[in-house]
C-alpha cells in the first residue's frame, strides 16, 4: 500500500518569501503525484500534478514542485508567496494497479503574514 | 456552473439517525469518489464508482456507510445510525475516462455534517 508523509503541519510564511512544503511517498510500484490547494470552507483545487516526462512541473498561481524519484519526494514551491495563498495544501498519490483513489497526505497549513 | 456539486451544504442530525448527502458529478465524467475529511483522520478514500463496474467499497468504515450511483450520474452516500465520530466533512469528486489514476479529479465544496 502507498502512503503520503507532508513533513510539517504548519508554515507561517512572510508575504513575498519563498516558501517550500515537503512531500515524500512510499510505493512499490509507479505512483502519479498531486498537489491540491483547499480555501477555507471550500473544496480541493488543483495545483499541479506529476504524470510522466519532466520531473519539474509547473501549476498555477505560480507554484511548481520537483519529483525526485530516488528520494520520493515531491515538494512544492513558489518562489514569492501572497497574502492570498494562506490555505491548506494536500500531496496526494494515485497508483494506477491499485484503483483509481488518491491516498493523501496530512496537509500543511500555510499563514502568510504581511 | 460545470462543477461538482454537493448537496447540502451543511447538515447536523442527531446520534442515531440515518442521513444522505448527494453529489452531481460534472457532466460527461463516468467516475466519481467520496472521500472524508476529519480532523482525526485527514483525507480519507470510502468508495469509487466507475461507469457501470461494481463499486471499489475497500474504503467505507463499517456496514452504517453505503452509496449508490443511479443512472452513472448522482451519486448518494447514506449513513444509518450516525455517531458522532461520523461528523466529517465529506467531499465528492469526479474524473473522466477510464485511467482514473491520471485523471484529474475534481472535488465540490463537500458537506459538512455534524452528528450532535
Known amino acids: 500500500a502507498q502512503s503520503v508523509t507532508q513533513l510539517d503541519s504548519q508554515v507561517p510564511v512572510f508575504e513575498e518569501a519563498p516558501v517550500e512544503l515537503r512531500c515524500n511517498y512510499s510505493s512499490s510500484v509507479s505512483v502519479y503525484l498531486f498537489w491540491y490547494v483547499q480555501y477555507p470552507n471550500q473544496g480541493l483545487q488543483l495545483l499541479l500534478k506529476?504524470?510522466?516526462?519532466?520531473?519539474l512541473v509547473k501549476g498555477i498561481n505560480g507554484f511548481e514542485a520537483e519529483f525526485n524519484k530516488s528520494q520520493t519526494s515531491f515538494h512544492l514551491r513558489k518562489p514569492s508567496v501572497h497574502i492570498s495563498d494562506t490555505a491548506e495544501y494536500f500531496c496526494?498519490?494515485?497508483?494506477?494497479?491499485?484503483?483509481?483513489?488518491?491516498?493523501f497526505g496530512g496537509g500543511t497549513r500555510v499563514l502568510v503574514k504581511p | 456552473g460545470a462543477g461538482v456539486s454537493q448537496s447540502p451544504s451543511n447538515k447536523v442530525t442527531e446520534k442515531g439517525k440515518d442521513v444522505e448527502l448527494r453529489c452531481d458529478p460534472i457532466s460527461g465524467h463516468t467516475a466519481l469518489y467520496w472521500y472524508r475529511q476529519s480532523l482525526g483522520q485527514g483525507l480519507e478514500f470510502l468508495i469509487y464508482f466507475q461507469g457501470n463496474s461494481a463499486p471499489d467499497k475497500s474504503g467505507l468504515p463499517s456496514d452504517r456507510f453505503s452509496a449508490e450511483r443511479t443512472g452513472g450520474s448522482v451519486s448518494t452516500l447514506t449513513i444509518q445510525r450516525t455517531q458522532q465520530e461520523d461528523s466529517a466533512v465529506y467531499l465528492c469528486a469526479s474524473s473522466r475516462g477510464r485511467d482514473g489514476a491520471k485523471n484529474i479529479q475534481y472535488f465540490g465544496a463537500g458537506t459538512r455534517l455534524s452528528v450532535l
Open positions: 506529476y504524470l510522466s516526462g519532466s520531473t
Open positions: 496526494a498519490v494515485s497508483v494506477g494497479a491499485a484503483g483509481n483513489k488518491l491516498t
